[in-house]
Structure formats: C-alpha cells, structure tokens
C-alpha cells in the first residue's frame, strides 16, 4: 500500500486545516489507518486512527475533541480535521496503515511521506 500524505501549511493558532492521505490499493479498505506526528527534536508520537469500516477511532488525549478522523474507502482516503489548533501541534504529520488498532508506530507497516503543518501563536 502506497500513501500520500497532504494538506499541511501554516495556519495561525485557533484555525483549521484538514489533511488527506491517499492509498494506491484497492485493498485500502482492509487497513486501520493511523495519523502520526513528529515536532523538531521530538519523537514520533501518535495522534488518532479509524477502523476499515470508520466503525471505531482512537484519538490521543491531547487531540481528543479537536480533530477528527474519517474515511472513505470509495475514494481509498483518510482524513484528518484539525480544528482549534495549537503552536504545540506543529509538526509533520504522517499517515500510516495497519492490520490492527494500535497506538505503537511500530505496529504500522505502511508510511506515507508526511506533511508540514506550522501552527503560529
């Protein structure tokens, strides 16, 4: 499964941005798909995932209730919603897909390239 990853820039604090992640398989549908982000200096953390079928998602806590995870499988892409956000989310964000629901980066066998998303105060 190949991924991009897009829809990042700079946004001032409190704004939105929402990204996308295209797949290149049909197969796309049979993955979790996960939402990662790495700021400067930082490790890789987690941000949310969705289910093949969107049923279930997992947001880390610091998301939780700003952003929002969707898919849609017809379009083999998952989106990303980012609303009121923050200098502290700036980062670049990377999609990512796996056979199970899991919040460990080593879990995901498949990576898109990542976006640049620059949050200003």
């Known amino acids: 499964v190949q991924l991009q990853a897009s829809g990042g820039g700079l946004v001032q604090a409190g704004g939105s941005l929402r990204l996308s992640c295209a797949a290149s398989a049909r197969t796309f549908g049979n993955y979790i798909v996960g939402w990662f982000r790495q700021a400067p200096g930082k490790a890789r953390e987690f941000v949310a995932a969705i289910t093949p079928f969107g049923l279930s998602t997992d947001y880390d806590d610091s998301v939780k209730g700003r952003f929002l995870i969707s898919r849609d499988n017809a379009e083999n892409t998952v989106y990303l919603q980012m609303n009121g956000l923050k200098p502290e989310d700036t980062a670049v964000y990377y999609c990512?897909?796996?056979?199970?629901?899991?919040?460990?980066?080593?879990?995901?066998?498949?990576w898109g390239q990542g976006t640049l998303v620059t949050v200003s105060s």
């Open positions: 990512a897909a796996a056979q199970a629901l899991r919040r460990s980066s080593s879990q995901y066998a498949y």
